[in-house]
């Protein structure tokens, strides 16, 4: 089942994704000089999920949210890879 999902991208990755688009779907505008707005209507997936993963810093799940708790909890276990234990 395809869902419409909402992503912010900053910078630089904005203007890679404006250029280089994630999917056939894609929408995107601009909210300001540093913000582009995206818009994909696509079934989610773990090849979705890393995708967004690999923009970590520069990208920001608005919805759903199911998606932007699954992406938190990957970022999270993430971090905890790198904690040195004392």
Request: proline share 2%; net charge positive; hydrophobic share 35%.
């Amino acid at each position: 089942m395809s869902l419409q999902s909402y992503f912010e991208f900053y910078g630089k990755t904005g203007h890679y994704i404006l250029s280089k688009p994630i999917h056939g779907s894609q929408k995107a505008k601009w909210k300001n000089k540093s913000t582009l707005l995206v818009e994909l209507d696509l079934i989610i997936n773990t090849e979705l999920e890393r995708l967004i993963m690999s923009y970590t810093g520069s990208v920001k799940v608005i919805s759903p949210s199911f998606l932007k708790d699954k992406i938190l909890s990957n970022m999270e276990e993430s971090k905890k890879l790198y904690k040195v234990k004392s």
